[in-house]
């Protein structure tokens, strides 16, 4: 049944170029969806698009940056004038981590998460809620992060942190606003991720024993693992969720971690 949930469906998936946004294009395209991958980045997401060539696989790239309200609706206008229809909405792109702000206090980086993370989500349902509103099972997912709730100083910065606590509350206004249109609108937090392509998390020995020590199914989630949860969450299966943050986490969240910590260090 999984094969074809999303058959006759469009999504918009954004950040769809890469890291988890290519697991969750992967997860819905293959499952019956058509999908557009909405990213600043045309090049990627383009050569992404590409690999997708099997006939009955409908993939285009639009290239948009979604930190401004024009880019939010052009990139909307676009779906519709290649697909005609969006029924699902993906809000998945971030700004970058940015190392040299982890840490800091006063910094220039809050005005890029504020607008890609929390302005464009309300940007893009506004110009997505015509269509939405024709669509038989209508959705909403946006993509935050344990750093939502759970405070990681070392590895992201405040702006990060507070922005994903910022879109958790964004699900839940913007499912009580659509909820009685019948669109539903939830999150995924996912905790430690091997993205697809490039330098994964768990390629370092000693980040592949920290996890094995904190996270009780002992490795990261692949980022089609991702893609499930939120294909689920845009099926029908989900038909009685909204307003609601599923923790994908593999139970890190759930966990004592001081002594498993411990135990990492001195098996060293
Ligand atoms: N990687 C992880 O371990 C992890 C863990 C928890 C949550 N997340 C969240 O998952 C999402 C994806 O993370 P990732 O690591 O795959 O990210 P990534 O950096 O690999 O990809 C993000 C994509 O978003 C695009 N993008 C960024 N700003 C944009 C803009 N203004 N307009 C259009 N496109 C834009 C980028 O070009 C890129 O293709 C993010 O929301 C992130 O916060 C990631």
Not at 63 to 76: F, L, N
Not at 77 to 83: H, L, M, R
């Amino acid at each position: 049944m999984n094969a074809k949930r999303h058959q006759d469906k469009v999504a918009l998936v954004t950040g769809g170029a890469q890291g988890i946004g290519a697991g969750i294009v992967k997860v819905l395209v293959e499952r019956g969806a058509r999908v557009a991958i909405v990213d600043k980045d045309a090049e990627t997401a383009a050569a992404y698009a590409a690999t997708f060539s099997n006939s009955d696989q409908h993939v285009i790239s639009i290239q948009a940056d979604i930190s401004t309200v024009e880019g939010c609706r052009s990139a909307v206008n676009d779906v519709i004038a290649s697909f005609g229809a969006l029924d699902v909405l993906i809000n998945n792109a971030a700004p970058g981590r940015n190392k040299a702000q982890i840490g800091r206090l006063h910094g220039p980086d809050w005005p890029a998460h504020a607008e890609v993370v929390l302005q464009a989500t309300a940007w893009l349902a506004e110009a997505a809620l015509p269509h939405l509103r024709k669509a038989s099972m209508p959705a909403i997912v946006n993509i935050s992060s344990v750093t939502a709730t759970a405070v990681a100083p070392e590895q992201c910065s405040w702006p990060y942190h507070v922005s994903k606590a910022g879109l958790e509350q964004m699900t839940r206004y913007l499912a009580c606003q659509f909820g009685a249109e019948g669109i539903r609108v939830n999150a995924v937090a996912p905790g430690l991720v091997d993205r697809d392509g490039g330098m994964k998390i768990s390629d370092n020995p000693e980040n592949r024993k920290i996890i094995e020590a904190i996270v009780p199914l002992k490795r990261a989630a692949s980022a089609a693992e991702i893609g499930t949860i939120v294909s689920f969450l845009c099926s029908e299966d989900a038909s009685y969720l909204t307003g609601q943050v599923l923790i994908a986490d593999g139970g890190m969240g759930v966990r004592e971690n001081f002594g498993a910590s411990l135990r990492a260090r001195q098996a060293d």
